[in-house]
C-alpha cells in the first residue's frame, strides 16, 4: 500500500467512525443494562455460607483468625458463621500478629490488604465463597493478655486523688449504652470508681472505625489517677499494646491521656495519646523481666475528664 | 423536532399535556411505590410539623382573629422553624384533607407525602416544557424521563421533604425568568416574581439563585445596563426586579414565623444554615465529621448514582452547547473587532484556528442566551462543592438535586444529536421503520435508567450505578450506604416472625415520629416498643453507616456476643442488622 492509499484508507476509516460513532449512545446504554443484570444476580446462596461455616469450623484452631473480605461482608460474616467462629475476640483483635494463621473468608476474589505478605497455606471453594487459609511468617507468642485481666482476682483497681487511693471494686451491674455519641459500651461487669469512673472490658472504635477490644479507663482528669494493678502477670520479652480515643470524643482537641506502665517500683514506659493518634501502637521493653511472675501498674491521667473516652490493650510476649 | 435555542417550536397544549401526562405517569408510580419505602429521619420530623401546622389553618377558618396572634403562631411555628413552611403547611393539609377527611389515601404517610410527589411531577413537566423549547421535543421527552430515571431522584421524590419541591421549584424559577426574558411581558415577569418567592419559601438553595439571573441578565442585557448607568440611569430588566422584590415579600409574608421580631428571625434563619452543623458522611472509606469537604465528592458522587448512559448523553449535548456558545463568543469577537479598528490579530477569533474546525460559521442568534442560562442553573446548583470546602456533604446528592433537571436537559440535546446522526446514516428508513428505529434509540438509552431505577428501590441511598459496580461497588469503594434509618421498614417481616409480644426494640438511627408512623400504618408490628439504648432492648437495630460501627459495638458490649440474628441486605451488601438479646 502507498502513502496515497493509506491516506485515503485512513479517510474512510475515519468517515465509517464519524458516520456510525452515534451508536456508541444506545450501545452504552444496553452495556450499561447488561452490566446491571450481571451485577443483581451475582448471590450468595445461603447454603454457599453454611458449607463454607463448616469448612472453617472443621480446621479452624483456636489461635487463628477468621475474617471476611471485602470488610463490608463482614455483618453477613458473623450471622453466617455465629459468635464461636467469629469471636468478639477475633474481630476486635488489637492487631494480626498474635494469630498463626488467618481464615479469609471471601466473595468475589477479594482479599484483605492487611494479609498481604502472608502466605497462601490452601485455598478451598464454597460455591461463591472462596476460604484462603494464610500462614503469618512471624507469629507472635502470647504470654499474658492483660485485657484478659479485667476480673476480680485479676487485677485491682483504684482512684488516686490528693495522695489518696480509694479502690474501686467488682460490680456486677447493668451494661451500659446508647445512642451514637454515647461513646463504648460499658459492661454489666467492671470495675466502679467514685466519681463515676470506672475500668471495663469494652470494644472501642478509634479513628479507624474498627472494632478494638481494650480496656475502657476513662481518665477522671485533674490530678486525679487511674490506677490498674494487674496481678501475676507473666513477663515476657517486650509488652505489646495499643491505646485510643474512641473516635466520636477524639474530634475536640481536648488535652492527650497519659499512660504510665510500672513494674517492681519503677516506670517502665510514660505514653501519651491524642486526639489524632487513633489506634496506637506501643512496644516496651521488658527483657529484664522476662520469664518473672509479678505486678504490673498502668496509671491513667488526663488534664481534663471531658471527651477522653480512653481505652488501652496489652500483652506480654 | 430537533431545534436549537432560539428556534422556538410552535408551541400548544398537546405538549402541556405531554409534560403533564409524563407528570402524572410519574407521581402515579411514586404512589404505588410509596408503601415499601420507609421513613427517612426528616420526614418523621415534617409529619410533625404538617399536623401542627394544619391546625393554624383550621383556626384560619375557625377563628381567623386568634390565627393572627403572636402567641398563636409561636406556639404553631416554633417547631422546626429552621425551614420555611410552604411545603409542610402542604403536607398538612393533605393529611388532613386527603386523608383524614376525605380518606383518599390510606396512609396517612402517603398523604403527607403526596404534595412533594406532586412537585416531582412538575419538575418533569418543567423539564420537558424546558427542554423541548429549547433543543425540541424528542430533548424535551428524554429529558423528562432520563431526570426521573435517576435513582436518587426516584428515592428521595417518595419523601416528605424539601429536597425534590426545591428541585422542582429552582427549575420553574429558571423557566418562568426564561420565559419573562424571551416574552418580555409584564406578566411574565410578575410570574417570575412570585415562583421565586415560592422557591425561597420552599428551602434556602433558593439564596443562590440570584447567581443565576443575575449572571445570565448581564450576558442578555450588559450592555444596555451599562449604557444606562453611564447615562446616570438604573433600569434592570423586570424579571430581576420582581423577583428582588417579590421574592423576599413572599417569603416573609408567607411565613407566619416571620410576622414579628422578622429581622431578629431571619438572622436566625441565616445564622442556622450558615453555620449549620456537620453530620457524619463516608466518602471513599473515609469519614467526614466536620470540614474540610473533599471537592472530588459531588463529581464522583454523580458518577457513582447517575445512570451512565445519561452522563454520556449529557456529555455530548453539552459539548454541543459549550461549541455553539464558543461559536457566538468568536463572532461577538469578530464584530466587536470590526466595529472597533483596533490591530488585533484576526486568528484570535477564528474558529479553525482554534481547532474549531468543520464548524458552522454562523450561529442562529438567540436574544434568551438559553444555553448560557442552562449552564448557569446546572453549575450554581453544583458550584458549592467545587468552590468551598466549608460546605457538608451530609446529604449526599440531594443539596444538589437542582442541578438534574439542567443535566437532563442537556441529555436531551445529546439524545436530538444522536437521533439526527441515525436519520442522516439511514435517510432511506420509511414507514413504520422509522419511527420504530427512532423509538428504538430512545428505549436503548431509556431502559437501563429505567431497570436501574427499579431495582434500586427502596434502597435508594444504598444503591449505585454499574459504572462503580451497582451496590457492592459502592460499598467496595467506602461510599455510604445510608442516612437517615428509612431502611427500618426493611426488618419489619423479620420482627413480625421473630419478636415476642411487647418486645423493645432499639430503633438506632430511625427517628421516633418515623418509627411511630410505622406502627401506626401496620409496617412495624405494633405491639414493640422502641426504645433508645441497646442495652435496654430485646432486639437491636444498626443501620450500617460507617460511623455507626459504634453502635455494632456497643451492642457487643451489652449482649456479650458479635451475631447479628438477621442481616437486611441489598444485592448482598450489608445495610441493617438485627440483634437479639440471648
Given at each position: ?11 474512510a ?12 449512545i ?18 450468595i446462596?445461603a ?8 469448612g ?6 483456636p ?15 458473623r ?8 469471636t468478639?475476640?477475633?474481630e476486635?483483635?488489637p ?11 471471601s ?18 471453594h ?31 483497681v ?5 495522695g489518696?487511693?480509694t479502690?474501686?471494686?467488682?460490680t ?15 459492661p ?18 478509634a479513628?479507624d ?16 489517677v487511674?490506677?490498674i494493678?494487674f ?31 510500672k ?46 473516652q480512653?481505652?488501652?490493650?496489652a500483652?506480654?510476649? | 423536532?430537533t ?7 410552535a408551541f ?12 402524572v ?8 411505590s410509596?408503601?415499601?419505602?420507609g421513613?427517612?429521619?426528616d ?13 393554624w ?16 403562631i ?13 411545603m409542610?403547611?402542604?403536607f ?26 406532586v ?15 429549547a433543543?425540541g421535543?424528542?430533548?424535551?421527552v428524554?429529558?423528562a ?12 421524590a417518595h ?28 406578566g411574565?415577569?410578575i410570574?417570575?416574581?412570585?415562583v421565586?418567592g ?22 442578555v ?30 417569603f ?19 445564622s ?9 458522611m463516608e ?16 463529581p ?16 455530548l ?5 459549550l ?9 461577538w ?5 470590526a ?9 484570535l ?20 442566551a ?31 438535586l ?21 436519520r ?14 427512532e ?13 436501574i ?6 434502597f435508594g ?8 459496580g ?32 411487647h ?10 415520629e418515623?418509627w ?27 443501620h450500617h ?30 445495610i441493617v ?6
Amino acid at each position: 500500500m502507498n502513502a496515497e492509499e493509506a491516506t485515503h484508507s485512513l479517510s474512510a476509516v475515519r468517515a465509517l467512525f464519524r458516520r456510525y460513532v452515534f451508536l456508541a449512545i444506545p450501545a452504552i446504554g444496553l452495556l450499561e443494562l447488561a452490566a446491571h443484570i450481571v451485577q443483581v444476580t451475582t448471590r450468595i446462596p445461603a447454603e454457599d455460607w453454611a458449607a463454607a461455616r463448616d469448612g472453617v469450623k472443621a480446621g479452624v484452631r483456636p489461635n487463628d483468625l477468621v475474617v471476611f473480605s471485602p470488610a463490608w461482608l463482614d455483618p453477613l460474616g458473623r450471622e453466617y458463621f455465629r459468635d464461636n467462629l467469629a469471636t468478639i475476640g477475633r474481630e476486635a483483635r488489637p492487631d494480626d500478629t498474635r494469630f498463626a494463621r488467618a481464615f479469609e473468608v471471601s466473595i468475589r476474589g477479594e482479599h484483605l490488604a492487611e494479609f498481604e505478605g502472608w502466605k497462601v497455606e490452601a485455598t478451598q471453594h464454597f460455591g461463591a465463597i472462596t476460604v484462603n487459609i494464610l500462614d503469618n511468617p512471624s507469629p507472635a507468642t502470647v504470654i499474658d493478655d492483660l485485657v484478659d485481666h479485667a476480673a476480680p482476682d485479676k487485677a485491682q483497681v483504684a482512684l488516686v486523688e490528693g495522695g489518696n487511693e480509694t479502690g474501686c471494686p467488682w460490680t456486677r451491674g447493668s451494661p451500659q449504652t446508647g445512642q451514637i455519641g454515647f461513646g463504648p459500651g460499658i459492661p454489666a461487669d467492671r470495675f466502679v470508681c467514685p466519681r463515676s469512673s470506672f475500668v471495663a472490658t469494652s470494644v472501642v472504635p478509634a479513628n479507624d472505625f474498627r472494632p478494638h477490644r481494650c480496656l475502657y479507663a476513662p481518665p477522671v482528669g485533674g490530678s486525679s489517677v487511674l490506677r490498674i494493678r494487674f496481678v501475676d502477670v507473666e513477663f515476657g520479652r517486650t509488652l505489646h499494646g495499643h491505646q485510643a480515643i474512641s473516635w466520636a470524643a477524639a474530634r475536640y482537641n481536648s488535652p492527650p491521656v497519659t499512660l504510665v506502665w510500672k513494674a517492681q517500683g519503677r516506670t517502665l514506659a510514660r505514653l501519651t495519646e491524642q486526639d489524632a493518634d487513633g489506634w496506637k501502637p506501643f512496644e516496651i521493653d521488658t527483657g529484664d523481666l522476662a520469664g518473672q511472675k509479678g505486678e504490673l501498674v498502668a496509671e491513667v491521667s488526663a488534664p481534663s475528664g471531658s471527651n477522653r473516652q480512653y481505652c488501652f490493650e496489652a500483652d506480654t510476649r | 423536532m430537533t431545534n436549537t435555542a432560539g428556534a422556538r417550536p410552535a408551541f400548544g397544549w398537546k405538549d402541556h399535556a405531554l409534560g403533564g401526562g409524563l407528570g402524572v405517569l410519574y407521581v402515579s408510580w411514586l404512589l404505588l411505590s410509596a408503601r415499601t419505602l420507609g421513613f427517612a429521619r426528616d420526614e418523621g420530623f415534617y409529619f410533625r410539623a404538617g399536623r401542627q401546622y394544619s391546625r393554624w389553618f383550621d383556626l384560619l377558618l375557625s377563628r381567623s382573629p386568634e390565627a393572627f396572634e403572636s402567641r398563636t403562631i409561636d406556639s404553631i411555628f416554633s417547631y422546626n422553624h429552621e425551614h420555611p413552611v410552604l411545603m409542610k403547611c402542604l403536607f398538612g393539609l393533605s393529611w388532613e384533607y386527603l386523608h383524614e377527611k376525605a380518606h383518599v389515601f390510606t396512609d396517612a404517610s402517603t398523604a403527607f407525602r403526596f404534595p412533594a410527589m406532586v412537585t416531582a411531577g412538575v419538575a418533569l413537566w418543567v423539564t420537558y416544557l424546558f427542554g423541548a423549547r429549547a433543543y425540541g421535543r424528542w430533548a424535551g421527552v428524554i429529558a423528562a424521563l432520563l431526570l426521573g430515571l435517576m435513582p436518587r431522584v426516584f428515592y428521595h421524590a417518595h419523601l416528605a421533604c424539601f429536597d425534590i419541591p426545591i428541585m422542582t421549584m429552582w427549575t420553574l424559577s429558571v423557566y418562568v425568568y426564561w420565559r419573562a426574558t424571551q416574552e418580555r411581558g409584564f406578566g411574565w415577569a410578575i410570574a417570575a416574581g412570585l415562583v421565586y418567592g415560592l422557591a425561597l419559601m420552599t428551602k434556602h438553595n433558593a439564596w443562590i439563585l440570584p447567581a443565576v439571573f443575575v449572571a445570565h441578565a448581564l450576558v442578555v442585557h450588559g450592555r444596555a445596563i451599562l449604557r444606562n448607568l453611564a447615562a446616570g440611569r438604573v433600569v434592570l430588566p423586570a424579571p430581576l426586579v420582581a423577583m428582588a422584590t417579590l421574592g423576599p415579600l413572599l417569603f416573609c409574608a408567607g411565613w407566619p414565623w416571620m410576622w414579628s421580631d422578622t429581622a431578629e428571625r431571619v438572622k436566625e434563619y441565616v445564622s442556622f444554615h450558615l453555620n449549620h452543623e456537620y453530620y457524619n458522611m463516608e466518602f471513599l472509606g473515609r469519614n467526614y465529621g466536620a470540614a474540610p469537604s473533599p471537592r472530588s465528592y459531588m463529581p464522583v458522587m454523580i458518577l457513582a448514582t447517575v445512570p451512565a448512559v445519561t452522563l454520556a448523553l449529557f456529555g455530548l449535548g453539552a459539548f454541543d452547547r459549550l461549541r455553539v456558545l464558543v461559536l457566538r463568543i468568536l463572532e461577538w469577537g469578530r464584530v466587536t473587532l470590526a466595529r472597533s479598528r483596533r490591530r488585533v490579530p484576526a486568528s484570535l477569533f477564528d474558529s479553525t484556528a482554534l481547532g474549531l474546525s468543520g464548524l458552522e460559521p454562523h450561529v442562529p442568534k438567540d436574544k434568551a442566551a438559553t444555553d448560557v442560562l442552562i449552564f448557569l442553573a446546572c453549575a450554581t446548583a453544583l458550584a458549592p462543592w467545587v468552590l468551598s470546602t466549608k460546605y457538608p456533604i451530609f446529604g449526599g446528592t440531594k443539596h444538589w438535586l437542582p442541578a438534574y433537571p439542567f443535566l437532563a436537559i442537556l441529555a436531551g440535546r445529546g439524545f436530538v444529536i444522536a437521533l439526527s446522526a441515525l436519520r442522516r446514516t439511514w435517510p432511506g428508513l420509511v414507514g413504520w421503520i422509522r419511527p420504530a428505529t427512532e423509538i428504538g434509540l430512545a428505549f436503548a438509552v431509556t431502559i437501563g435508567p429505567l431497570v436501574i431505577t427499579v431495582h434500586s428501590h427502596p434502597f435508594g441511598l444504598s444503591s449505585y450505578v454499574p459504572l462503580v459496580g451497582g451496590t457492592a461497588g459502592g460499598a467496595d469503594l467506602g461510599l455510604n450506604r445510608q442516612f437517615w434509618g428509612f431502611t427500618t421498614q426493611g426488618v419489619g417481616p423479620y420482627l413480625e416472625k421473630n419478636a415476642p409480644r411487647h418486645a423493645s426494640v432499639f430503633i438506632h438511627d430511625t427517628a421516633w415520629e418515623s418509627w411511630q408512623q410505622m406502627q401506626a400504618e401496620d409496617r412495624i408490628r405494633n405491639d414493640l416498643r422502641g426504645v433508645n439504648s441497646p442495652s435496654e432492648a430485646d432486639f437491636a437495630l444498626v443501620h450500617h453507616e460507617l460511623h455507626m460501627n459504634e453502635i455494632d459495638y456497643e451492642i457487643w458490649v451489652a449482649y456479650g456476643n458479635d451475631a447479628p440474628a438477621y442481616v437486611l441486605t441489598h444485592d448482598e451488601v450489608p445495610i441493617v442488622s438485627v440483634y437479639r438479646r440471648r
